[in-house]
């Protein structure tokens, strides 16, 4: 499967119910997308970043994912149909929660992987994407499921 295409975002953002197949997909599109957006919040997109990136997407859905696909997903289309926080606040409902956290954990590990102080747009990304996806900070630190 191509990831990059994001295909069942768009299916779930167009009303269409998932099934367990479509709910594999959907998560590992949302893995892709909010992660390979991540290597774009600072100016310089570092190839350990790229690498990281890569990894946790393996790590979380067990696909392997090209450096071209990461950058595709980082410039999507579908931002401009639906905003991406509109995107992932429609797609939290549908990932169980362990999956929306583990999305987060992930994101913050590609956002500290190239070494650098992690600036001030790095840090509201990820804010905004916990808002978005509705994990509390006690749910990501493991106080509470």
Request: with cysteine.
């Given at each position: 499967?191509?990831?990059?295409?994001?295909?069942?975002?768009?299916?779930?953002?167009s009303?269409?119910?998932?099934?367990?197949?479509?709910?594999?997909?959907?998560?590992?599109?949302?893995?892709?997308?909010?992660?390979?957006?991540?290597?774009?919040?600072d100016?310089y997109?570092h190839?350990?970043?790229?690498a990281?990136?890569?990894?946790?997407?393996?790590?979380?859905?067990?696909?392997?994912?090209?450096?071209?696909d990461?950058?595709?997903?980082?410039?999507?289309?579908?931002?401009?149909k639906?905003?991406?926080?509109?995107?992932?606040?429609?797609?939290?409902?549908?990932?169980?929660t362990?999956?929306?956290?583990?999305?987060?954990?992930?994101?913050?590990?590609?956002?500290?992987?190239?070494a650098?102080?992690?600036?001030?747009a790095?840090?509201?990304?990820?804010n905004?994407?916990?808002?978005?996806?509705?994990?509390?900070?006690?749910?990501?630190?493991?106080?509470?499921?």
């Open positions: 499967m191509k990831l990059a295409s994001l295909k069942n975002v768009l299916k779930f953002l009303g269409r119910e998932l099934d367990e197949q479509q709910y594999r997909d959907l998560m590992k599109e949302t893995v892709l997308m909010t992660l390979a957006r991540g290597t774009k919040e100016t997109i190839p350990c970043e790229i990281k990136v890569r990894l946790k997407i393996k790590e979380l859905t067990g696909e392997d994912v090209s450096e071209a990461i950058r595709l997903a980082a410039h999507a289309e579908i931002y401009e639906v905003p991406f926080k509109t995107c992932l606040e429609r797609v939290a409902d549908q990932l169980h362990p999956d929306r956290i583990a999305i987060l954990q992930a994101l913050a590990d590609v956002l500290k992987s190239d650098s102080r992690i600036r001030e790095e840090v509201a990304y990820f905004e994407v916990a808002r978005a996806l509705r994990v509390t900070p006690a749910q990501l630190v493991g106080l509470i499921a």
